[in-house]
């Protein structure tokens, strides 16, 4: 421990090192409350601009199409919100069943295997496609390939692509929390594969995978560009998944781009219900997830 | 004694007969299945949508529709470049105003928040990816874009000499704008994954440098952030990935006007853009071109992915194992030359 005390000098904590410290910290706190500038001026604009236009009328009245007579009413969401909820149902239904049992498949069977591997980097790659693509996916197969037209649950379809990946790398990661001594105690006791899977792992990993699956609507019910060409839209309210449907993003896009300012203010109002029903998905994954015993 | 009466209750997986045990088979190789299905429907989708794309390529060669600098829906004239610089300008704008941010936010939240509000924050931040895509679209177009547009236009005017940012006219609608608002929308993702990242710091590196002596932000210059550089390049790649393909706010806020704008104030088009304003009426030869959009944007986006899941996954992986005694020097050393200098 030879250190020379000539060099202590020239550790030693002068102003412009102290200066430049407290510069680069200001800055850090300084782009941190950049980022959340827009949050703020987000939350604030739906709230005037979207709460001026709720009203009774706005949720239990379907659009009427009318854009161009100021005397007649333009109409409320209701069909949007009847028709989110009915194609992102669907959709759920479709990938959640997929979705939970290729995880199962990766962390039972798949393992660390070379073809487990290659599963999880296609479900990354899908992660990675353009929303607007499953919707063009969509549109080639079910319709394009079946010379047939538009129809709610071939939006379904595209949001369900949509969801696989989230789904299955939420619940992989779920499911490689769950113990291996449970799994291996049932086996021990005799327990075949199947029941194990069933009875023991997933009952275990229940709030977790709960949690993913919410987090996943909650991002598809937030996608215009699969529904385009592939719910497409109408003005009814519908309750028949073969037929053309209305939804929140859609019909929030085909607003934005109205010259008549009641119809753009019917936009901010459904942006407000769709981001209250975003938020409120989250808000019951984040209460699921807290109750859950493992992770 | 005991061991009969068990054996007696129930039997063994071996005992059993191979119908009994037909459940656990057809569970293995159905979920098998479904895991080689996404394989297949991934490659299948691939396929068909090359198929669909084909006459567009064979009428203006591959190279002729990505390069060639004209989309004329009129004259049946497919070139993609326009769309392509649309998409590579405002994901360009987008990293270089989101991932700094986005950076700081992550440096400030894992190095210098208050303990109290660091899950808070953390929070506050991803809430911006819970905003959808056609919401952003709305308040840029409404809200953003109006009020910056003064702000643009001095820019404009101020450096007119400096090419693609000065002169020209400045529309409401224009690649800054849509770089903007794909910057706040890459920077939830952008944000977490740097955190999660430096989280993977060893915390005696940090106690290393500030043991010796270092400031606050020296620490985060000579400790964390080198460490972390391979996680930060893949989280802003991954970012690019996600405003490559954002289709519907940039739909709404380029401006869609199919030719190469000169300057970063004007309007253009991008290459997820094109598809869903025009798919609806397209016919034929433009539909098959509109694919062929789509088939571009889908390897532009595969290998941006790629390479960033790659890097995350090195980043990660190199981090994770316990340091040998020869890094623990070499970072002491370059910590030591840098307080000096």
Redesign the interface.
């Known amino acids: 421990m030879s250190t020379p005390t000539h060099s202590l000098q020239r550790f030693e904590l002068t102003s412009a090192r102290r200066r430049k410290d407290r510069l680069a910290r200001g800055s850090i706190v300084a782009a941190t409350v950049v980022a959340l500038i827009p949050l703020a001026l987000i939350v604030y604009y739906l709230l005037s601009k979207g709460l001026g236009s709720w009203s009774w009328n706005f949720f239990t009245t379907d659009p009427t199409g009318n854009t161009f007579f100021a005397k007649q009413s333009i109409g409320g969401v209701k069909s949007a919100i009847l028709g989110t909820i009915e194609i992102v149902a669907l959709a759920a239904l479709l990938a959640v069943p997929i979705g939970v049992g290729v995880a199962v498949w990766l962390v039972e069977y798949g393992r660390d295997g070379r073809f487990a591997q290659l599963v999880r980097f296609f479900v990354d790659v899908l992660t990675g496609v353009p929303s607007i693509m499953f919707g063009l996916f969509v549109y080639i197969v079910l319709i394009a390939g079946t010379g047939s037209s538009y129809a709610a649950y071939k939006g379904s379809f595209a949001l369900a692509l949509l969801m696989l990946p989230v789904v299955t790398r939420s619940a992989e990661v779920v499911l490689m929390l769950v113990p291996a001594a449970l799994r291996e105690s049932a086996l021990a006791l005799g327990a075949p594969r199947w029941k194990v899977i069933a009875r023991i792992v997933l009952p275990t990993a229940l709030p977790g995978l709960v949690t993913g699956v919410l987090l996943a609507i909650a991002r598809a019910a937030g996608e215009t560009a699969p529904l385009l060409f592939t719910a497409a839209a109408t003005f009814k309210t519908s309750f028949s998944l073969s037929g053309f449907m209305n939804s929140l993003p859609v019909q929030i896009y085909n607003d934005v781009t109205s010259p008549t300012t009641a119809v753009v203010n019917r936009a901010w109002g459904a942006a407000l219900a769709l981001v209250s029903m975003i938020l409120l998905l989250n808000l019951f994954a984040r209460l699921v997830s807290r109750r859950s015993s493992i992770g | 004694m005991e061991a009969a009466s068990f054996a007696s209750g129930?039997?063994?997986?071996l005992e059993?007969s191979p119908l009994?045990?037909l459940?656990?088979r057809a569970?293995?190789y159905?979920?098998?299945a479904?895991?080689?299905a996404?394989?297949a429907l991934?490659v299948y989708?691939f396929i068909?949508?090359v198929g669909?794309a084909r006459p567009a390529f064979a009428k203006e060669g591959v190279l002729g529709f990505t390069f060639g600098n004209d989309w004329n829906v009129g004259a049946n004239h497919f070139g993609a470049l326009p769309l392509l610089m649309g998409t590579l300008i405002t994901s360009v704008l987008a990293l270089a105003m989101g991932v700094?941010?986005?950076v700081?936010?992550a440096?400030?939240?894992t190095e210098?928040c208050p303990r109290r509000i660091r899950t808070p924050?953390a929070v506050?931040?991803e809430?911006?990816a819970?905003?959808?895509?056609?919401?952003?679209?709305?308040?840029g177009?409404?809200?953003l874009a109006p009020k910056l547009q003064p702000a643009e236009q001095f820019l404009a005017d101020r450096l007119s000499g400096v090419p693609f940012i000065g002169g020209g006219l400045v529309t409401i609608p224009n690649y800054f704008i849509a770089g903007l608002v794909l910057a706040?929308m890459i920077?939830p993702i952008v944000?977490s994954i740097s955190r999660e990242v430096m989280s993977t710091v060893p915390p005696d590196h940090k106690e290393a440098a500030l043991g010796?002596?270092a400031?606050?932000?020296?620490m985060?210059?000579l400790a964390v952030l080198p460490y972390c550089r391979g996680g930060i390049t893949g989280a802003a790649m991954?970012g690019l990935?996600r405003a490559?393909?954002?289709?519907?706010a940039v739909t709404?806020l380029i401006g869609d006007a199919p030719q190469l704008s000169g300057h970063l104030f004007g309007q253009g088009y991008s290459l997820?853009a094109v598809?869903?304003n025009e798919?609806?009426e397209a016919q034929e030869l433009h539909r098959s071109a509109l694919?062929a959009a789509?088939l571009v944007?889908?390897v532009l986006?595969?290998l941006?992915?790629?390479v960033?899941?790659l890097l995350v996954m090195h980043a990660e992986r190199t981090n994770r194992p316990k340091r040998s005694v020869r890094d623990f020097t070499e970072t002491d050393t370059v910590i030591?030359r840098a307080?000096?200098s």
Do not use: H
Request: charged share 15%; no cysteine.
């Open positions: 129930g039997r063994s997986t059993r009994a045990r459940p656990d569970l293995k159905g979920l098998t479904l895991a080689a996404i394989l991934i989708f068909r949508l669909e700094p941010v986005a700081a936010t440096v400030y939240v210098l924050v506050l931040i809430l911006l819970a905003v959808p895509s056609v919401v952003y679209g709305l308040w177009i409404f809200f706040i920077l944000s010796l002596g400031t606050r932000w020296e985060i210059r991954l990935g490559i393909g954002e289709t519907i709404i997820a598809i869903a798919f609806g694919f789509g944007l889908f986006t595969l941006v992915n790629v960033a899941r030591g307080l000096g």
